[in-house]
């Protein structure tokens, strides 16, 4: 059974991307553009990882990640944070808001994949 | 129901209503929660200056002067709006002295001179005399008039041939002196306050002004239809309508205006009582913030209904009833008994009021500056070996009280016949004038002596004797007639009323004008000639210099010597009692951390300067000074030591203001710096921010073109539609990274101000249908309707064309992009207005909140919360374009209602240099 995964990013192109590079390495991909819209696609089913980006409009990346910790029968998702925010205290913020991983924009595909696939193992 | 023994009940009554407030009053000051600690209190304890002669006098003056009653509380009004710099002041330096009367004072300022306190003991006491006598003339003819009830006989008619033991008078002065006495004479140390009376004495201005106000609004409103009815009746009578015009008839009325004016001003701060409760009897130097308000208003209270009742009687009685008892006879003739008891009442609240006050005020002074220095000075007598003298100064004290009364009583049968009450009060206003140079100089002028004071006091103090005092004793038939006719001897030249010729005033404006210049110049004249002793420069220092002086300390660094510190002890147990030496020895020593008596205490200066301090609060300053001289061994200052004292004391004030002004001016240099701290951590911030956002913006274009180039790269399989796709993305995305890279290149080159302008003569016009036809195709793409209206012609600007049509571009661009897709339209108008070219840009998009206009044009500032809002463009664009806006003295802003869209607008000024062209009328020179 492949995996399921959800990206939330409100930038249209890097959802192409992501969910083009995903679909192409075995993954079922869902998408959303927002973080209300990513907690619906939650609701509508639950995925094993979310890529959520940081900066997106009314529910931020890290509100939408202390929701997923709220819900117990939502923890045991992986989170995978994406922002072009790389400092230390937006990536520590990451962490204390529950993510598993926290990655810098731009990235490498390639790399992404071997992050994601190691968290799902 | 008024018969004599009803009357006398009543009286007593409320006179023991009196003896219960003050009771507890001082029951409350014990148990330390003093009822007078008030503003109201204070301001109403002032009012005693309202005695029998305001309750009854005022009402005889007007009938027959008018408004001629006045200056005798316009005086007073006038002169509390300068309390503030006179009272306060002496305030002040009577609680630093503490000083128990107006003759302490004086003493005190004047190198606490024995001689020159006794002088105003004197003048005090025979010029109050008068004014007690006035009293004791109310309370007995209001008394007589009330027991006729009701028939309405005037008391000069049924008086002759009394016995003292039958005359009212008499007894009226012998029960007021019963009374003062379990009043004022209690307590022993006359700083202490009298806190019963004062709170006695409020409640009987209270009582006073009710009363009045009674028989104001009975007369007016009950006799009469109001004012309006009064008045009109009243100016029907050729006689009364006079009466209103105040300068009318009497020769010299304006000096008799001035003079009387001046005389209550002066009256307001040295009559005896006054003084007591305005300085003495103070508790708190804020009090008079409210009084210098509340006292004229209660003055003005009390004046309301002088006119009504003047008239009212004077309409009701054409004859033989004096105008000084219409308040009284009013409401008699018109049966209203209670009305009428009410009005006795009232008189007497007045009358007991000033004599209760100004006898104790008079008794302290006869016992600490007349009598008491005489008896320390006889050495007979022993008294320094005395263990308790309190015994003795509160018997010298009730002992005054009587001996005053009863010359009051001697004065009223002596002279009070003759003359109306208000005249009797004048001779005592111009008696306590004659403390005015003193006093006032003393305060203010440094330079004034003792021998000066002694000189001015004793001048104006026999002028007075003679201009007033004789005349009033002569016209009783004391004195024989011919000695105010012609003059003593005959000599023509001296006559009481006209000396040296002066006729055509008044007698009081003729006494004060002749004391006053005596008084004046003897004081200015002999100060500056003769020199001051050393005693009485230090005593000048602290008295004019109060307020620099702070504490009681002020005093002692002036005393060099060496004491014994029993001997200080058992003197001042000597004269304020044990008990009471016990208490301030306490309460010196817990000052400075000591516990006396188990610790002893340094008789240095301070000890001395505080024992004589506490001996003066019960004796006087000046016997004060001569009894701790008994008992330490002073060594005398000189004069040049005393200025040294004073030099060094200014020196160090001097220096203090310095430090004061440096540690400003540090302050103000530390707070600047810390303002430009603060403002440099904002730009650092700033800075910070907009670093952390461009590397952001440049980021997320970054992204998308390096995954879409790995997919390409790792992937040659894709289908070709995808790969174009794919493509287009990337170029997309890499025209965005490279317009935000200009974006931000240009920002910084125009913020640094090494931007290139080229400027030239721009028709705003073509710019704008320019740019409108070069971004057709995307408002095409996008199906927004472009509207444009521009006028014919348009004047041109100066500016960068170039950079004009940046702007341009950006406001269409963002218009475009914020309308729907569409039913969007876009709306671009100029206009030529005062010296402007004026652009809007208006759309139908979804408009800005209010908030988020004003944070529009910063940079990467779109409006909403940055963590969730992305900016939809570079956030750049409307930065920039209204820095290029200003850069041509243009202004830009936008206004929107959040739903109907928004309009960006854009002020360019008109190009004043063209030629041929110039729509704008210049001024030009001829």
């Given at each position: 059974m492949s995996r399921r995964v959800l990206v939330a990013d409100d930038e249209p192109n890097i959802v192409t991307a992501l969910e083009f590079v995903l679909r192409r390495a075995g993954y079922e991909v869902a998408v959303a553009s927002t973080g209300e819209e990513a907690l619906r696609q939650l609701e509508a089913q639950v995925p094993d990882l979310v890529l959520l980006d940081v900066m997106m409009p009314e529910l931020s990346g890290y509100d939408v990640c202390r929701r997923i910790r709220e819900r117990p029968e939502w923890r045991a998702i992986k989170v995978v944070m994406l922002s072009a925010r790389g400092r230390e205290p937006e990536t520590r913020q990451g962490m204390e808001a529950g993510a598993d991983l926290y990655v810098v924009k731009p990235f490498s595909n390639a790399e992404l994949l071997c992050r994601i696939a190691a968290l799902l193992r | 129901m008024l018969h004599g023994p009803f009357i006398v009940l009543s009286s007593f009554a409320y006179l023991g209503l009196l003896f219960a407030i003050a009771y507890y009053a001082d029951q409350r000051a014990d148990a330390g929660r003093p009822v007078i600690a008030s503003p109201y209190v204070y301001s109403l304890s002032l009012?005693?200056?309202?005695t029998a002669w305001t309750f009854y006098g005022s009402v005889g003056r007007a009938a027959s002067d008018g408004v001629g009653f006045l200056p005798i509380y316009i005086g007073p009004t006038l002169m509390i709006a300068l309390w503030w710099i006179v009272v306060r002041k002496m305030l002040r330096i009577s609680k630093q002295n503490r000083i128990t009367s107006l003759a302490d004072f004086v003493a005190s300022r004047y190198g606490k001179s024995a001689l020159l306190g006794g002088l105003v003991t004197v003048i005090a006491v025979i010029g109050i005399l008068p004014y007690i006598s006035l009293q004791l003339k109310a309370i007995s003819s209001s008394y007589s008039i009330l027991v006729q009830y009701p028939e309405i006989t005037m008391p000069s008619a049924q008086a002759a041939g009394l016995t003292i033991w039958s005359d009212t008078a008499f007894w009226v002065a012998m029960i007021l002196a019963a009374f003062t006495i379990a009043f004022g004479t209690r307590h022993l140390d006359a700083a202490e306050h009298h806190q019963g009376m004062v709170a006695a004495i409020a409640f009987e201005s209270l009582v006073k002004l009710l009363a009045f106000l009674a028989v104001g609004i009975f007369v007016t409103f009950g006799l009469y239809n109001g004012f309006g009815d009064l008045f009109g009746r009243a100016a029907a009578d050729p006689k009364l309508a006079a009466m209103l015009t105040p300068f009318e008839g009497v020769a010299g009325s304006y000096a008799t205006w001035v003079w009387l004016t001046i005389l209550s001003m002066l009256a307001i701060l040295f009559l005896p009582r006054q003084f007591q409760v305005?300085?003495?009897?103070?508790?708190?130097?804020?009090h008079l913030n409210k009084a210098i308000w509340l006292f004229p208003l209660y003055m003005l209270a009390i004046n309301i209904f002088v006119l009504p009742i003047a008239f009212g009687g004077l309409l009701r009685f054409p004859q033989g009833v004096d105008a000084d008892t219409f308040v009284l006879t009013l409401p008699m003739a018109e049966k209203q008994e209670l009305l009428a008891l009410l009005v006795f009442i009232g008189g007497l609240s007045a009358a007991t009021g000033m004599v209760i006050v100004e006898t104790i005020a008079l008794s302290t002074m006869v016992c600490n500056d007349l009598v008491m220095p005489v008896l320390l000075r006889m050495k007979r007598l022993r008294l320094n070996e005395q263990p308790d003298l309190t015994g003795l100064l509160l018997g010298i004290r009730r002992g005054a009280i009587v001996v005053i009364l009863v010359l009051g009583y001697v004065y009223f049968k002596a002279a009070g016949e003759a003359y109306a009450l208000v005249s009797i009060g004048l001779i005592s206003f111009a008696a306590v004038a004659q403390f005015a140079p003193a006093v006032l100089g003393g305060i203010f002028w440094k330079g004034g002596t003792r021998l000066g004071a002694l000189c001015g006091l004793s001048a104006g103090f026999l002028v007075w004797l003679y201009t007033l005092l004789l005349p009033a004793l002569a016209r009783s038939d004391w004195l024989p007639a011919g000695f105010l006719e012609n003059g003593p001897f005959g000599i023509a030249l001296l006559r009481p009323l006209a000396l040296f010729g002066l006729s055509g005033l008044d007698q009081i404006t003729h006494a004060m004008v002749w004391s006053m210049i005596a008084n004046v110049g003897g004081y200015v004249g002999v100060s500056l000639v003769a020199s001051p002793s050393a005693d009485e420069h230090r005593q000048a220092s602290l008295f004019v210099d109060v307020f620099r002086h702070t504490g009681e300390s002020g005093g002692a660094r002036f005393w060099r010597g060496t004491a014994a510190m029993p001997e200080l002890y058992s003197l001042l147990a000597r004269f304020t009692g044990v008990e009471s030496a016990d208490e301030a020895f306490r309460s010196y020593a817990a000052e400075r951390g000591v516990t006396w008596p188990k610790q002893a205490l340094l008789a240095d200066a301070a000890l001395v300067h505080f024992v004589e301090m506490q001996l003066a609060g019960a004796i006087g300053a000046a016997s004060a000074r001569v009894m701790v001289a008994s008992v330490v061994k002073e060594e005398a200052l000189t004069l040049e030591e005393v200025r040294e004292i004073l030099d060094e004391a200014s020196q160090v004030v001097v220096y203090s203001h310095r430090l004061e002004q440096k540690s400003r001016e540090l302050e103000a240099a530390t707070a600047e710096l810390r303002a430009a701290n603060e403002r440099l951590t904002e730009l650092d911030r700033l800075k910070d921010d907009f670093v952390s956002t461009v590397t952001h913006e440049l980021r997320t274009p970054l992204t998308s073109i390096r995954a879409f180039t790995q997919i390409l790269y790792e992937d040659p399989d894709i289908e070709r539609e995808q790969r174009m796709k794919f493509l287009g993305i990337i170029t997309k995305e890499t025209e965005r990274l490279t317009r935000l890279i200009n974006q931000v290149l240009d920002l910084a080159k125009i913020e640094s101000g090494r931007a290139e302008w080229h400027e030239s003569r721009v028709d705003m016009g073509e710019v704008i249908a320019d740019t409108v036809t070069g971004m057709s195709q995307v408002f095409e793409e996008r199906c927004i309707e472009v509207d444009l209206a521009l006028p014919a012609s348009m004047p041109p600007v100066r500016a960068d064309v170039d950079r004009l049509i940046q702007v341009m571009l950006n406001l269409l661009s963002n218009a475009a992009k914020f309308c729907q897709p569409g039913t969007g339209r876009v709306r671009v108008s100029a206009a030529d207005m005062d010296g402007y070219v004026r652009v809007d840009v208006r759309d139908n998009g979804p408009g800005i909140a209010p908030e988020e206009q004003a944070l529009i044009f910063d940079k990467f500032r779109q409006g909403g919360d940055t963590l969730t809002a992305k900016p939809h463009?570079?956030?750049l664009g409307l930065h920039i374009s209204k820095q290029i806006v200003e850069h041509f003295g243009g202004r830009m802003w936008v206004e929107s209602t959040p739903g109907a869209g928004a309009c960006f607008s854009f002020l360019l000024p008109i190009d004043r240099t063209a030629k041929g062209r110039g729509l704008v009328a210049l001024p030009m020179a001829p």
């Open positions: - | 009012a005693v200056y309202a305005a300085v003495i009897e103070n508790l708190d130097e804020k463009g570079s956030g």
